[in-house]
């Protein structure tokens, strides 16, 4: 099969391990990011299988409706809110997605930001650089509220390092975390306006649905306190848009450690956070960790050798087969 892999950044796909299971297939592929449907569409046109890197690039119709090669859609994990469904099985397009990897790398950076934002860790570097010594006051975690929003599978973790550090943890969600919360025996908050304004640290981690979409307002951010921080490494969407940006200019919260962006990537340092002096960003890197993207990557190929072998695994529509072109 000719296969195209889209949006490697770190030109990461052909030195995995699991790479060398695609031997005698004829691969594509590419370290940057084509936003427009047409030129993505043309890039594509002689692919029977694109293989996606979680939600990097969108996969709309008039993407679809002009690969009259393509057949299969692998998806790296299970999230296919950037393809349009339908409109693959309407073309033939199996979609094949489904697992999804450990949670600890994401976890593991929403603490590095939370470390670095609190210790001043990348000013203080580029102050050293500089010929300067300790330029920064720092906070401790331990004594503080750290509010986890949602307790799931990384929230859980994120909790887990707060309570080791000697915070007070404090959850906040909907009915069914907030019973694993309380099980695993952390604190619930009394309501949704208390978790904000009581929160030093509010770590966020939901994930992007339609329902969590702009979920944390404007208002939420408000009731935060002047010196607390917000962390956020799950997805830009689930804070309302534009609010973020407003509300640390009036100084409630007063600083934001962000991983994620509404539009990625973020090109020339184009967004307004990043001209922020109260806040540090990453370009995305809670799950790009080598064992995650071996699982990622893996499952990928293996739909992709499973469906070539007439097997498809993993299919979201399987009523596509009936019209996938010969």
Known sequence: MKIAVIDDYQDT???????????????????DT???PVRLAERLREAEAVILTQARSPFPRAV???LPKLKLISQTGRSTGHIDIDACTEFGVVVSAAGFATPHPTAELTWGLILAALRHIPYEVERLKQGYWQSTIGISVQGKTLGIYVYGRIGSLVAKVGRALGARV???GRAGSLARARE?????????????AESDILSLH?????????????EDLARMKSNALIV?????????????VQ???TGRPGSAAVDVFEDEPVIGASHPLLKMDNVIATPHLGYVEKDNYELYYGLAIDQILAYASGNPANMLNPEAIAKVKK
């Open 13 to 31: 796909f052909r030195k995995l391990s699991c790479y060398s299971k695609l031997f005698g297939h004829e691969l594509l592929i590419y370290n």
């Open 34 to 36: 084509e936003k427009d």
């Open 64 to 66: 679809i409706e002009r």
């Open 170 to 172: 404090v959850c906040w």
């Open 184 to 196: 695993a025996g952390y604190e619930v908050a009394q309501n949704r306006n208390v978790f904000f």
């Open 206 to 218: 939901l994930p992007l649905t339609t329902e969590t979409r702009g979920i944390v307002t404007a």
């Open 232 to 244: 956020n490494t799950s997805r830009a969407g689930i804070i309302a848009e534009g609010a973020l």
């Open 247 to 249: 509300a640390l200019k």
